[in-house]
């Protein structure tokens, strides 16, 4: 099996639970990671197009490259990996789901208490007065520019050299303090300040296990790391910590 009895039983007793998701959780949903191979954008790394310099030289291009994006992400659905997580935050008392993702799939799944470390590409805004502009849609003379003040759209989404929203960062930051166990999923763990989550959660006294097809940049400061795609382990862990746990001790019309 993938996992051990000790992770099981640690999370069908634990109070406080965090987890950490990136990109990995979505490739079953046929969402591109970054750094695996595969996808229209092959020929540009991410971090070429998801910082500020490479918008504000070419928003055409940046632009394109998100409206892309959106269209696959709404074109897929949430795979059981996200559905596993759902079952799982209804039976922790107190539980987070901190993403980097910026695809919308947790909270298309269900889940409640999620924290976008990143942003979300659903939403988009203009760089000078910062109107949203979630009807941004390419035109095709020049970028898509806002209707009231002619600035830049943007996605709403944190690029590289971007400081993360604090709100998320403090949320994510004291949930993975209080865990008691703390899963880093789907996610190569070379990007801060989000890798440094699952570290200061074992730092602070979690039980911190991976779940990824192959191991991450703190595979070896993990309590434990279980080799698989997260939409068929999620479902398994979620279903062995329901035999030991079968209620949710969680308060009832807690958010
Ligand atoms: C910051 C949103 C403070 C946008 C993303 C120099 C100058 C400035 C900053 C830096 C610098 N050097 C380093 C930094 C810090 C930088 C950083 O960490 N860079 C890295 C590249 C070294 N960080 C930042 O810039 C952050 N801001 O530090 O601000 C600051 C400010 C000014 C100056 C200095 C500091 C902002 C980082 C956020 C960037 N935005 N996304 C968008 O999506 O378009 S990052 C993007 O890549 C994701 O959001 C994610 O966070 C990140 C990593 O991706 P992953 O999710 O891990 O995906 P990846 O493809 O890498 O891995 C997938 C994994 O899944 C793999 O391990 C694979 O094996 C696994 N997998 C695949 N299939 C499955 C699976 N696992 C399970 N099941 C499967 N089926
Ligand atoms: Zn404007």
Request: charged share 25%; proline share 6%; with cysteine.
């Amino acid at each position: 099996m993938f996992f051990t009895n000790t992770l099981v039983e640690r999370l069908a007793h634990a109070r406080h639970v965090a987890v950490l998701t990136g990109a990995g959780i979505s490739a079953e949903s046929g969402i591109p990671t970054f750094r695996n191979p595969g996808g229209l954008w092959d020929r540009f790394r991410p971090e070429e197009l998801a910082n500020l310099d490479a918008f504000l030289q070419n928003p055409e291009l940046v632009q394109e490259w998100y409206e892309y994006r959106r269209n696959v992400a709404m074109n897929t659905s949430p795979n059981p990996g996200h559905l596993a997580l759902v079952d799982l935050e209804d039976l922790i008392e107190d539980f987070t789901l901190i993403t980097q993702n910026v695809d919308d799939l947790h909270r298309r799944a269900g889940s409640k208490n999620v924290v976008e470390l990143h942003g979300n590409i659903m939403r988009s805004y203009c760089i000078d007065c910062g109107r949203p502009a979630d009807d941004f849609k390419p035109n095709d003379e020049g970028p898509y520019v806002c209707r009231d003040c002619g600035g830049l759209i943007r996605p709403d989404v944190v690029w590289f050299g971007e400081l993360l929203p604090e709100e998320a960062v403090e949320q994510a930051q004291r949930s993975a303090e209080r865990a008691e166990v703390f899963l880093s999923i789907g996610t190569s763990a070379i990007v801060y300040p989000a890798a440094g989550l699952p570290l200061l959660a074992k730092q602070s006294g979690a039980y911190v296990a991976e779940v990824n097809i192959e191991p991450s940049a703190i595979a070896g400061d993990m309590d434990e790391t279980i080799q698989g795609r997260a939409g068929e382990v999620l479902p398994r862990l979620v279903e062995a910590v329901h035999r030991i746990k079968p209620h949710s001790n969680k308060r009832n019309g807690q958010l």
